[in-house]
């Protein structure tokens, strides 16, 4: 569907660095597209071991706010308001920062209205 610039987001007040051993990193379950690029910069960088804490989005962004960790999200997400000052974001290296978005359906199964109607919000060509 397209490419999304991802972003590591810290405490404002934070050191802008995932530090060794004691880091925290809040994220989504296993199976993120986000998580699994962290986790692979992570040990790229040889900066494991870490703790990992997979909660939802707005539990990601509070935790980083508060200083408890650091984590990779998409740039698009985390511009909102109720944290303007409360987090920044790092500009990641180029061979970490673009995460490439797919969007898959069961080919056998019926679309309905709605899925239609998606499809030709995104613009992607039909399948089959």
């Keep these: 569907m397209f490419d ?3 972003t590591m987001v810290v405490a404002s ?7 060794s051993g004691r880091m925290t990193i809040p994220v989504f379950r296993s199976g993120c597209a986000y998580r699994a690029h962290l986790e692979e910069w992570l040990k790229r960088t040889g ?14 962004l509070g935790c980083v706010a ?3 960790g650091a984590s ?3 740039r698009s997400v ?3 308001p109720r944290y303007a000052g409360a ?10 920062v673009t995460v490439v978005i797919w969007f898959a359906r069961r080919k056998s199964g019926q679309e309905r209205i709605a899925m239609e109607n998606f499809r030709d919000m995104i613009t992607m060509p039909p399948i089959g």
Excluded: D, S, W
């Design 72 to 74: 990779f999200l998409p």
């Design 4 to 6: 999304e610039e991802l």
């Design 66 to 68: 508060a200083g408890m």
């Design 13 to 19: 007040g934070g050191q802008g660095h995932i530090k």
């Design 47 to 60: 900066q494991v071991p870490y703790r990992v804490m997979e909660m939802a989005i707005e539990a990601i």
């Design 87 to 96: 987090i920044k974001c790092l500009t990641l290296p180029p061979e970490v």
């Design 78 to 80: 985390v511009n909102l």
